[in-house]
């Protein structure tokens, strides 16, 4: 599937008044919804991510410590309630483990069939193997959630080893049929996997879902303006791939990454001055929104909002969706090409890759290169008259934002973090580059 198909999903994409959709809703600022076809839950097509939820500064053992800032969490609940976000996804991995219980204690506070939670059996690590480990994993995630039952369950980050993990983490266990059997019993109302990693396992599982061994409700996959055609350029697989396989077997497609880790939501200052004059009201990262949730079959749109204005942005792009035309969908894969020739590292901040073993800030590191590099700040040649002052601003900004003692000199190569990126960074050889780039920088600038 390429351009066609995207773009002829503008127009495929809710069209039925019984679904809420974009063209039942128009002008009357209400979100808009999607049913899965399943169970027949309008579910909106805003889904709050709960992966980056907002912190405060606590002392916590005589030091200043980041943690969950619960009454913050649930004023941003309470406003997405309020305006009709009603899909929240969660995960045991998610905020050093704190997500679930957090989301429990601010979901609860609203009548328990206003929302639908979404939570993953997390269990990456060898030591949640075993079987009574990964139920252990789920009983929790109940607890923590405050619900006797999980509207969508999904198996966490399939793909990644290969089919021998997805073997380790759900099959030898006997865990993947004991999942079914507890969706049988009604625990689980919605059964499906998020995907990172290894096309085989991927495409194996639609393969049991067409034998009839296992049944997915849904499928969440990464999908955003880049990946859509160009995904593959960073050894991943092309979203259109992944979302078309998906429609041809009618199975609901939940979308996460919309924004790529916020990369499309700060982008270079000339591709902002193209957008604000195709649509001088709306913000750079309503354009990745409504491109994922323009095509036929998405059920929701994950996005992480860490800040209210986050979220308030978010409402009103789908207060209702505004599907894209065909000439914004071109619109987005010029601009796709245009982002790709800058050299911005393809980080998502999902901080799977930390802790470092060696203390380097993998993801603020890159953040603030992938910063300097869409304001185009980052001094390339002493000939440039804005040299002095760019090499400066990168320097102080970076000891600002990363910690000596943290930042990319400090990554020794072990490799340990290559295997749990999703994107498939060659994350050593970036860093390498990130240490060698700003070395050269300090020998010009000996006051830094």
Not at 210 to 238: C, T
Request: with cysteine; net charge negative.
């Amino acid at each position: 599937m390429g351009l066609g198909a995207v773009a002829g999903a503008a127009t495929a994409c809710g069209v039925s008044t019984k679904d809420d959709s974009a063209a039942s809703a128009a002008g009357t600022g209400e979100m808009t919804y999607r049913t899965n076809p399943n169970t027949s839950d309008r579910v909106s097509i805003l889904g709050y991510g709960c992966m980056r939820l907002p912190t405060k500064k606590e002392m916590v053992d005589g030091e200043q410590t980041d943690v969950l800032d619960q009454e913050a969490i649930n004023r941003s609940v309470d406003y997405a309630m309020e305006h009709g976000v009603n899909y929240y996804d969660t995960s045991p991995a998610y905020c050093r483990g704190k997500s679930e219980e957090a989301m429990g204690i601010a979901l609860s506070r609203h009548p328990r069939e206003s929302y639908l939670i979404a939570t993953k059996l997390s269990n990456f690590s060898p030591e949640t193997w075993p079987r009574e480990r990964s139920i252990e994993m789920f009983e929790n995630s109940l607890k923590y959630l405050r619900t006797d039952y999980v509207d969508y369950l999904l198996l966490h980050a399939i793909g990644g080893g290969g089919m021998a993990t997805f073997a380790d983490r759900y099959e030898k266990n006997g865990i993947l049929q004991w999942l079914i059997e507890q969706k049988e019993a009604g625990r689980i109302r919605n059964l499906g996997f998020s995907y990172h990693g290894d096309v085989e396992v991927f495409d194996q599982m639609l393969a049991r879902h067409d034998r009839g061994e296992v049944h997915w409700d849904f499928v969440q996959i990464q999908m955003n303006y880049i990946d859509w055609l160009n995904a593959e350029k960073s050894g991943a697989i092309n979203a259109d791939y992944l979302y078309g396989e998906l429609r041809k077997r009618d199975i609901p497609v939940v979308i996460m990454e919309p924004l790529l880790g916020g990369r499309l939501a700060k982008v270079s200052d000339p591709i902002v001055t193209k957008m604000k004059q195709r649509r001088p009201d709306d913000s750079v990262a309503s354009w990745a929104f409504r491109f994922a949730g323009t095509p036929d079959g998405v059920l929701t749109v994950l996005s992480g909002m860490t800040y209210m204005e986050h979220l308030v942005d978010n409402v009103r792009t789908y207060s209702p969706l505004e599907p894209l035309s065909d000439d914004e969908q071109q619109f987005l894969q010029r601009t796709a090409l245009e982002i790709l020739a800058n050299d911005v590292v393809p980080c998502t901040d999902c901080k799977y890759c930390m802790p470092c073993p060696y203390g380097v800030d993998i993801p603020g590191t890159f953040a603030h290169y992938n910063k300097c590099i869409n304001a185009d700040r980052v001094p390339r040649s002493g000939s440039d008259p804005n040299y002095a002052a760019a090499r400066r601003a990168f320097l102080i900004g970076y000891d600002r934002s990363v910690p000596r003692l943290r930042q990319a000199e400090h990554c020794i190569a072990c490799g340990r973090c290559l295997s749990h990126c999703p994107q498939g960074i060659d994350i050593p050889a970036r860093l390498a580059d990130i240490a060698s780039y700003t070395s050269q920088l300090r020998l010009n600038h000996p006051e830094s």
